[in-house]
């Protein structure tokens, strides 16, 4: 698997927007992009992914670069319970597992 | 809930004990995983099931032994452990392998 650069830690203010940076630079034609995130003593949920085009569901959106690159994931406004760590994952199409780094660890403050 | 359960959620067990950690899904998936999750370490694959086979082994030791009875309940066996061995193990469905995956809540081991 394409490997990923996380920050290792950000913060927000509760009720604002949040942008989760990844970079991806070595992103072949065929990985999708994934995140992931995992609340304090819970296992790591899906949050969303995508290939090319930018993505949105009732949880977040993604940006991706034209060059696919480096790509975002976006809180539109942050909440108390959004506090987790972040995980960037690229996959590609065949069955491979989910391959974990360290994350971003993003702090939400009231 | 993610419709994968875990049991037991704690488990404190001597390096000489032997015990069993259980994993069941409720959706229907055909792949099942398991992962350890040590402090401050990103999340560890351990095993792949498909079908009911085991399809990788991210070289664990032996003294950790995998069973997947059918496609709805997954085993981690557990013998003569090391401290070094207390983690968070975690449980993991999807329907095929390389979906999206469902996590549940996990067992906290303690090896003393």
């Known amino acids: 698997d394409a490997k990923t650069t996380q920050p290792n830690s950000m913060e927000s203010n509760e009720e604002e927007p949040v942008h989760l940076p990844c970079n991806h630079s070595t992103i072949s034609g065929t990985d999708y992009i994934h995140w992931y995130r995992q609340l304090p003593s819970q296992g790591p949920e899906y949050v969303i992914h995508?290939?090319?085009s930018n993505v949105n569901n009732r949880m977040a959106s993604l940006a991706i670069a034209e060059d696919r690159k480096s790509s975002t994931l976006i809180l539109h406004r942050a909440t108390l319970r959004d506090a987790a760590v972040y995980y960037c994952?690229?996959?590609?199409?065949?069955?491979?597992?989910?391959?974990f780094g360290k994350g971003t660890r993003l702090s939400v403050i009231a | 809930e993610t419709g994968v359960t875990q049991t037991p959620r704690h488990l404190v067990m001597g390096m000489t004990n032997k015990k069993s950690l259980k994993c069941e899904q409720h959706?229907?998936?055909?792949?099942m995983y398991w992962y350890k999750q040590s402090a401050k370490k990103p999340l560890e694959l351990m095993f792949v099931y498909s079908l009911e086979e085991r399809v990788e082994n991210n070289s664990v030791p032996s003294r950790f032994s995998p069973e997947c009875p059918n496609s709805s309940h997954l085993f981690l066996h557990l013998h003569t452990l090391q401290p070094e061995d207390s983690a968070l193990y975690l449980c993991?469905?999807?329907?095929?392998?390389?979906?999206?995956?469902?996590f549940g809540p996990g067992t906290r081991l303690t090896v003393t």
């Open positions: 993991a469905s999807s329907s095929v392998p390389g979906l999206r995956q469902y």
């Open positions: 994952i690229l996959r590609d199409l065949g069955n491979t597992p989910l391959v």
């Open positions: 995508g290939l090319t």
């Open positions: 959706l229907g998936h055909n792949a």
